[in-house]
């Protein structure tokens, strides 16, 4: 009879133990440097936003063309669906991860390298979350630190790695001269055009305050 009760207790023990919910993996994650050693048509990766995908399957299924999605294997494809209304629904059976953004050990100290002269072609070897160059109104700025806590998101950063984010920036910020000055602590040198020492000019009249009270001076007159 003990011998019974004890083998129905060890068969209810591992009744609940086999029952119990399995402990929760954490979601895998990528670095630009992982997703660049599938850069072919047979494992094709790429990064849009701060998700990884797959891509492999969809090269054959896209509407725009199989070399569109080729020319994004192994690279940062945001830019490339950044025209679409929604890029994650149309790509969402093929992500495979979250990006892994790091800060960059090899970018220069911005204190000690404001001054430097930085070609459009060193800008562009720097073209990843995780190594995040771009030139703005002549300066050039490492932008990887700010990519995580940029306000208006990840996405709009890292579609100016490796590029001149010029038109990209005052188009979204025309006339914001403290959006351009949040970026002066990560300023790293210029293209050459602009002196690493210049001010940004102020807006033009019309378009701000300081006109507001021009007017008030021109009414008390």
Known sequence: MRRRFITALATVGFVAVAMAPAAVAAPPSYTAAQVA???SASS???????????????I???????AMIKALCGKNGTAAF???ASPKKSLARYRIGALKVAASSSSPSPSSSSGSVITAAMVATHATPTDCWTTISGRVYNLTPFIASHPGGVARIVALCGTNGTAAFTGQHAGNLAALASLAPLQIGTDGTVSATATVAPKAPGSGADDD?????????
Not at 213 to 221: F, L, R, T
């Open 213 to 221: 009270e021009d007017n008030d001076e021109g009414d008390d007159d």
């Open 82 to 84: 950044s025209g679409q």
């Open 37 to 39: 050693k599938h850069a």
């Open 44 to 58: 094709c990766w790429t990064i849009v936003g701060t998700s990884v995908y797959d891509v492999t399957k969809y």
């Open 60 to 66: 054959t299924r896209n509407t725009g063309g199989a």
